[in-house]
């Protein structure tokens, strides 16, 4: 480090405007002065290339472009090429579009009805919600959950209360086990004996042997027992691997189909708003998304109302998500119809 960078000198400071010319602003530095003559220069050598392009063009210069193509009072017009249909054309072709997109609408509801049937006649459906500690059955992904509580088959949890657990003390594990098999009962459905119990001794005496009648009943009757249980526990299994696999189609398909029927209750919407912004009145458009007008869900029953003491309850809003659609919300004026 050279020595005089370690010397300690006077610090440098800018002269400030004086006292007596305060009214006259800041006063100007060189580096302000270097800013506006850099701002000046830049557009003298505009201004120069410009007029070199003017001199040096080409008079004689044609394109069959420059035959269609119009100016009024020096300024460019593009024009699109067709001729703009009337108003009462477009709103009739707006009507039949918003027609159609309710149409598609209305069977989409259809078919996603007839999954949701499908999806609470399985009766393994809220089994994985009930059951968290068994290790046969396999739990619903969150993905899962969230498409049956769209569809309405689930109902959303109110606060952040946990839900409540039925705690069974049991001695070890093989009461566990037996008592979660004994408490699946909408998972195993009772099935005939597929095997028919034939009698071991029956054999034996067919050939000619002497059998002890009641230890060959009691060692047939075990074995037939265990036989018929093996049987059971794997048609069982296939039963519920089945329907496991079923249950994830038609899940992975009412998800689509959600999907679909909100980008069509999107387009519906948009298409009605298009419909009425071309119609008559005045009309302002409002910063916020607000709340207009209620349904027949929003009405509540005198008895519910009365359960809760008089208090109403807050009207639920239709959750929009901004990234997929932004509502545009108009407002239009009070007027007295004839």
């Known amino acids: 480090m050279p020595l005089r960078n370690s010397i300690h000198r006077r610090n ?75 108003q009462d ?58 498409t049956l509580q769209d569809a309405g088959i689930i109902s959303k949890r109110k606060g952040k209360a946990r839900a409540p657990k039925h705690i069974v003390f049991v001695e070890n594990e093989d009461e566990a086990r037996q008592y979660a098999s004994s408490s699946r009962t909408t998972l195993d459905v009772p099935m005939d004996d597929p095997l028919p119990a034939a009698t071991q001794a029956d054999e034996l005496m067919d050939l000619g042997w002497k059998v002890d009648a009641k230890k060959s009943r009691r060692r047939d009757a075990t074995h037939s027992e265990e036989d018929s249980q093996d049987v059971i526990d794997v048609f069982s ?7 496991r696999s079923n249950r994830k189609r038609l899940l992975k398909e009412l998800y689509a189909r959600l999907f679909r029927d909100t980008q069509l209750r999107y387009a519906e919407r948009e298409f009605e708003m298009q419909r009425q912004m071309m119609g008559k ?23 519910e109302i009365d359960a809760r003491r008089g208090k109403r309850r807050a009207p639920a809003h239709k959750v929009v998500d901004p990234k997929t659609y932004k509502p545009r919300v108009y407002k239009w004026r009070l007027e007295r119809k004839r």
């Open 12 to 86: 440098h400071k800018e002269r400030s405007q004086l006292a007596n010319r305060a009214r006259l602003g800041i006063l100007e530095k060189h580096k302000d002065y270097v800013k506006r003559a850099q701002d000046y220069h830049s557009k003298q050598d505009r201004l120069t290339r410009l007029k070199q392009k003017a001199a040096e063009r080409n008079k004689d210069e044609f394109y069959f472009s420059m035959s269609r193509q119009t100016s009024k009072g020096g300024v460019h017009v593009a024009d699109r090429g067709n001729v703009a249909l009337p």
């Open 237 to 243: 299994e296939e039963r519920r691997e089945l329907s």
């Open 281 to 303: 009145g005045a009309r302002k458009k409002i910063a916020g998304v607000e709340s207009v007008g209620g349904g027949d869900d929003d009405e509540e029953d005198e008895d």
């Open 89 to 146: 054309i477009v709103k009739v072709l707006k009507t039949q579009d918003e027609n159609y997109v309710r149409t598609m609408r209305s069977a989409g509801l259809k078919k996603i009805d007839k999954i949701k049937a499908q999806l609470m006649a399985a009766a393994d459906l809220m089994k994985p919600l009930a059951l968290e500690n068994d290790e046969d059955v396999e739990e619903l992904e969150p993905d899962e959950i969230k």
